[in-house]
């Protein structure tokens, strides 16, 4: 059964732009606050913010560590029925109505259920879809890619887009990417770096005293 929970997930994507273009940052677990993960069934968490992408230049990027990913972009850009089974965790999915139901306004569930029957390894990942209600599209962060049952988190709508299905064809690997974990010798330097910090300021109350 899926519910729809809206909530509003402040901070969740920071904007930068080097040069000419926008890198839309998602860095924050993008559940928080709600209850999704520990209710039973499908949760849609909305309340994604607004934004504008520019798809000849903007990139998505995620952090592999908050979202539970592999650190390299697998991507695919198609039909349903011609996605690969395995290997993805970012899907541009191609399809825009619920064929099962065509009186039915394709939603993020419907999209996750097309991308599910065709995808048979388990694991994280996102998608973008054209939502017909909406008639503009959704990014869209699923627990997993492989499950009817995964919970979802939409991450953002792409309101400069509005109307053009046909967008979403152009998307390629180019417009993400994936921030990797920090590596193990990096943390511990970072770890070094603040003890060896904090025994600075010690010595120096103790020489004050």
Request: hydrophobic share 55%.
């Given at each position: 059964m899926r519910s729809?929970?809206?909530f509003l997930t402040a901070a969740l994507l920071t904007v930068s732009t080097p040069a000419a273009a926008a890198v839309i940052t998602f860095n924050t677990d993008p559940f928080a606050g709600s209850t999704a993960l520990t209710t039973p069934g499908r949760q849609v968490v909305g309340g994604e913010p607004s934004i504008t992408f520019d798809?000849?230049?903007?990139?998505f990027s995620f952090d592999a560590t908050v979202f539970g990913i592999d650190d390299t972009v697998s991507f695919a850009n198609a039909l349903a029925p011609n996605l690969p089974v395995s290997g993805l965790n970012i899907i541009v999915l191609q399809t825009l109505d619920n064929d099962a139901n065509p009186a039915t306004p394709f939603g993020a569930g419907n999209a996750a259920d097309l991308i599910a029957a065709q995808i048979t390894?388990?694991?994280p990942g996102f998608f973008i879809y054209f939502n017909s209600g909406l008639n503009l599209p959704r990014l869209v962060f699923s627990t997993d890619l492989s499950e009817n049952t995964s919970d979802l988190?939409?991450?953002?709508?792409m309101t400069?887009?509005?109307g053009q299905s046909s967008a979403l064809a152009t998307f390629e690997s180019d417009n993400f990417q994936?921030?990797?974990?920090p590596e193990p010798s990096s943390l511990a330097l970072a770890a070094l770096t603040a003890s060896m910090w904090c025994g600075v300021r010690s010595w120096r109350r103790r020489t004050r005293d």
């Open positions: 729809a929970i809206p798809i000849a230049t903007d990139v390894s388990a694991g988190k939409i991450l953002a709508r400069n887009l509005t994936i921030v990797p974990a």
